[in-house]
């Protein structure tokens, strides 16, 4: 089984124990054919000059930024794009400036036809078609009174400030198109969505001291973007397990070598105690054995520690990592369908 993990840390401690955080690759949302290897991502999410008329007066009745979609969407697209980068899923392309008109709207356009996706992706050497086909922004502002203290000649005075909250929300809507197999892979819409804050005497003064809206459509486009490449590659993230840091003066030892990350030889130093007559320390051998394991790849090694930790010492960690192992181990084999393994 390969291992996908980043480097790890060793953090903050407790009585007996302390943080491990490790990077791991988690699988995608959505199965994309392996032989799926390289992606063209175009913006079709802009209007066709029959439908700007139609999104100008949009803007000026709802009263945002006229052009804050058409931005928006470009951060999407640059979102999706760093988002893939990340991951070794795929390579990507980003034409420059490849724009194809849609209906500016939340409504999916008509699928593009066969011939321009196979020219696309011709053009750019790649396997398949990524394409942003709806892109909208509601921005949402709402003020709530908080009261404040401050000091004046020693005596603490009160004030009343206005806090306002937006929460932007984006809807995008994606397809793939393979065109070997003439197939759209994926066409979904999401709505995802940021929150900001800001205070002041007034709503008008709390307002300045907010992003502009135009900002905001575009910094929430741009995590709407990496959201998806969440959806559809696999992906890096950061979790955290607890090690057992003592029982005896081997503890002690086997600690200072995993934060130099040789867990080979704390394992060693574990291992000596996983059938020591003190339930306790044996227990506690045990669980930090199945974390050497996960951190090794070895994760159904990893779960029968776990287990034996649990079931004959009763380390009550134990029970609780065994279901997260049991979990990594199912999303592990998904993972390697995806990648191709």
Known sequence: ????????????????????????????????????????????????????????????????????????????????????????????????????????????????????????????????????????????????????????????IKYDVTVTHVRSNIESGWRIYDPAGKRIIDESIFTDYREWEAEGRTHKEALVNLPPQNEIVKQTGYFAGTQYARRISPSWIRTGREMYKKGNDDFKYAKRLAQTNRWVEAANEWHKYTEDPDPKLAGRACYNMALAAEIAGNLQEAVEWAEEAYVRYNNKKAREYSYILKNRLFRQQKLEEQMGE
Not at 22 to 37: D, F, Y
Request: glycine share 6%; aromatic share 6%; hydrophobic share 35%.
């Open 1 to 156: 089984m390969k291992k996908y993990f980043l480097p790890l840390l060793l953090g903050f401690t407790s009585c007996s124990t302390m943080n491990v955080t490790l990077t791991v690759l988690e699988p995608a949302q959505i199965n994309v054919p392996r032989e799926i290897h390289s992606l063209v991502i175009v913006n079709r999410s802009l209007p066709a000059k029959e439908e700007k008329v139609k999104n100008v007066l949009e803007g000026v009745l709802t009263g945002e930024g006229l052009f804050a979609d058409r931005a928006g969407s470009f951060e999407c697209v640059r979102g999706v794009a760093d988002g893939l980068v990340s991951s070794p899923r795929f390579s990507i392309i980003v034409p420059p400036e490849k724009e194809l008109k849609g209906t500016g709207t939340r409504q999916f356009p008509e699928p593009l036809d066969w011939n321009t996706v196979e020219r696309i992706c011709r053009q750019n050497q790649a396997d398949a078609l990524l394409a942003l086909e709806v892109f909208d922004s509601n921005n949402l502002y709402s003020d709530r009174k908080e009261q404040r203290t401050r000091k004046e000649n020693d005596k603490e």
